[in-house]
Structure formats: C-alpha cells, structure tokens
C-alpha cells in the first residue's frame, strides 16, 4: 500500500516539480495530491491506508515548505471521504485471522459487517462533482494547501 499511496505520489510529485522548474516557460505549475480524511482519524479495518496517507499529508507539506516561492508551485492536499468510485467493488479483502473468528463484537468484525452494502448505505459523494470542485482547484490563484471534500472530510478536519 505504501509503494502505491506513498511512493508512487512522491515519484509523481519530484517529477512534476521537475517538469515545473525546467521543463515550464514560464516557470510554475499545480500539483493536487490526493490524500483522505482518515490520514487523521483512522478507523478499525483501514489502519494501513490512513498510516500511506498521513505520511502523504507529512511529505507533501515538507515539499511545500521546500519550494522557492519563485518557482510558481502551488500543491494541494484534497481530502476526499465516501465518494462513490469503484475502490470499492475492487477491494481485496483479506480473510478473517482466527484470533478474531470468535468474537463478532471485536471493531474489525463490526466493520467487515458493513460489507457488501457499504457502498449503498455510506458512499454517496458524487464523483462529478468532485472532478468540477477539483477542476476549479487546479485554476485558483492562491489554492489552500488542504481541501476537504465530502461533509464526513470536513467533520474530521473541524
């Protein structure tokens, strides 16, 4: 999970500022960095993709303070929650560990019981929407260095 919500991310951001500094006349760009509500509040059954995330947000701020406000680089972290996207019909879900078979009142057990409605009864951000208020990120003047997307995201960010 690291490799892709981590590495992957900081791959595309040390290229991007590449392309921004040498390869863009005039000088600048927009970077948007995908990152999740749960980097600051993780919940039971997503331990590992808040820990990728939140070590996005931490990366990503130190690039931000990195960068020579002369580059004309601005990066923001979205904070998307419960969009409808297919992230959930291509879930792999990992089988029970028999330490937790026994006790249906355990969190994980309480959260896998979720499964397979969650999609119905939690997702239901509009992904069009989203790409709109992206779109009109990626064309601001003085972007925020976080948006939180969806009123679970904004709830976590209060």
């Known amino acids: 999970m690291f490799d892709v919500l981590l590495w992957g991310a900081e791959n595309v951001m040390r290229e991007a500022i590449r392309c921004f500094t040498d390869v863009n006349r005039p000088m600048g760009g927009r970077l948007l960095n995908l990152s999740s509500q749960k980097a600051f509040i993780p919940q039971v059954g997503t331990v590992h993709y808040a820990a990728a995330k939140a070590a996005l947000e931490c990366l990503t701020e130190g690039y931000i303070s990195e960068l020579d406000p002369e580059w004309h680089i601005k990066i923001t972290l979205i ?49 069009a929407k989203f790409a709109e208020v992206a779109y009109k990120l990626s064309r601001l003047d003085d972007p925020p260095i976080r948006l939180p997307l969806h009123r679970v995201a904004l709830e976590s960010a209060r």
């Open 79 to 127: 904070e998307p929650s419960l969009f409808r996207t297919s992230m959930i019909q291509s879930r792999v879900t990992e089988p029970i560990h028999p330490a937790y078979e026994s006790n249906p009142s355990l969190p994980t057990r309480k959260y896998r019981a979720l499964y397979p409605d969650i999609e119905d009864t939690h997702f239901d951000g509009d992904p």
